[in-house]
């Protein structure tokens, strides 16, 4: 079982990474984006994956000091592939309800954009349909990180217990249809409508939209027939280092 007192000194040790998954246009299919996602290289169990500390990280708080490790992380490796003449790619990262509802979230992001040198539009912070329930704090803390330049992105789309009235107010630039709805989308009939309304009604909103969990051909192709803008999965990739995603545009001519 993971303590606290071993998360605080993973910290300390610098024992965190992070891999990254591709997000494919599927207009173009290429990739465009990353998302980002943290992995605890533990010295005696290995690889320890997300769901076995991030809600002690979130329960402690450790979430905070993590979450900027992580924010500051990802920014730099997008800055470092973009120095190694890699096409420009999208950062997602996520952010906790712990970070989301701190007063210093901006001065954090600010921070950290400006260390990295990264360009704002290049990074897309991930929040949840949860962190949006008090609307007045949620579009204040939106309206100043976007007036950094920054992207927001409602990850898990589709799964929370909040009202749409969100949509209309914030400014949010993307939707990620949580990937239960896409694992049988061309069987279930109530799963393809909710993704094709997803589909028509953010793209009504000016939003765009990317497809969790792709793992099949045919998946892929109804999300491309019905207008979906990108997709992330096991058929394209899974998470991987970064040396990797490297590879991936060195292979590419
Ligand atoms: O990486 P995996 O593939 O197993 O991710 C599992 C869960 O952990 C996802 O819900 C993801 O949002 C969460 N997660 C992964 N990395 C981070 C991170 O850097 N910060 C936060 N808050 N959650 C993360
Ligand atoms: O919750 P969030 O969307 O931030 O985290 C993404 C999670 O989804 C990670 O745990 C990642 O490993 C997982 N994931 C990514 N692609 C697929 C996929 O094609 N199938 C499944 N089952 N999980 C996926
Ligand atoms: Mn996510
Ligand atoms: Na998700």
């Given at each position: 079982m993971v303590l606290e007192t071993d998360l605080r000194k993973a910290l300390e040790r610098e024992e965190f990474v992070l891999w990254y998954q591709p997000q494919i246009?599927?207009?173009?299919?290429?990739?465009?984006g990353v998302e980002a996602l943290v992995r605890w290289q533990h010295p005696e169990l290995g690889l320890v994956p997300p769901f076995k500390f991030i809600p002690l990280a979130e329960e402690t708080g450790l979430i905070v000091p993590l979450g900027e490790w992580v924010l500051r992380t990802a920014c730099q490796t997008n800055k470092r592939w973009q120095e190694l003449g890699m096409p420009k790619l999208r950062m997602g990262v996520n952010l906790s309800m712990r970070q989301f509802r701190r007063e210093d979230l901006f001065d954090t992001v600010a921070n950290v954009l400006q260390e990295t040198?990264?360009?704002?539009?290049?990074l897309e912070l991930e929040i949840t349909e949860?962190?949006?329930?008090?609307l007045e704090q949620s579009l204040q803390t939106l309206q100043k990180l976007k007036s950094l330049g920054v992207q927001i992105g409602i990850d898990?789309?589709?799964?929370?217990?909040?009202?749409?009235?969100?949509l209309k107010k914030f400014p949010i630039d993307r939707l990620k249809i949580d990937r239960s709805f896409v694992s049988d989308i061309e069987t279930d009939e109530n799963d393809s409508a909710i993704v094709t309304t997803i589909l028509l009604m953010a793209h009504n909103l000016r939003l765009k939209v990317t497809a969790e969990g792709v793992e099949t051909e045919a998946q892929k192709e109804y999300l491309k027939v019905h207008g979906c803008d990108d997709a992330q999965g096991y058929l394209f990739?899974?998470?991987?280092p970064q040396d990797e995603i490297q590879q991936m545009f060195m292979k590419t001519p």
């Open positions: 246009n599927l207009a173009t299919m290429q990739i465009e040198g990264l360009d704002p539009a290049d949860s962190m949006t329930m008090d898990d789309f589709g799964t929370g217990y909040s009202s749409l009235s969100y990739s899974r998470p991987v």
